[in-house]
């Protein structure tokens, strides 16, 4: 937890400045993103950065709503009988 909060406040003052509300609190979040991005993946062997980066993008879709959990699903394991019989035609 600690490093998480000491990288969280290097964000904020290493982030570009904005007057407006809504504008820096994006800055913030894609300044965060990124470095946590970093961070981690300084620690990963290279056959697993593309498992958390694959997991970190769902998380963030997840978060703003851009992805479905039943397409998510389909995605993760496939067509499974219950979609097959009562889902959208394949």
């Not at 997991?55 to 009988?81: F, H, Q, V, W």
Request: aromatic share 12%; glycine share 4%; net charge negative.
């Amino acid at each position: 937890l600690q490093w998480f909060q000491k990288l969280f406040t290097i964000a904020v003052d290493a982030s570009p400045k904005s007057d407006n509300f809504q504008e820096r609190l994006d800055i913030l979040k894609d300044f965060f993103t990124e470095s946590l991005y970093q961070n981690i993946c300084r620690g990963l062997f290279e056959k697993d950065k593309t498992l958390f980066s694959f997991a970190l993008c769902t998380r963030i879709l997840a978060g703003d709503n851009k992805i479905d959990d039943a397409e998510l699903r389909y995605l993760l394991i496939g067509p499974t009988s219950d979609m097959v019989e009562h889902g959208p035609p394949l």
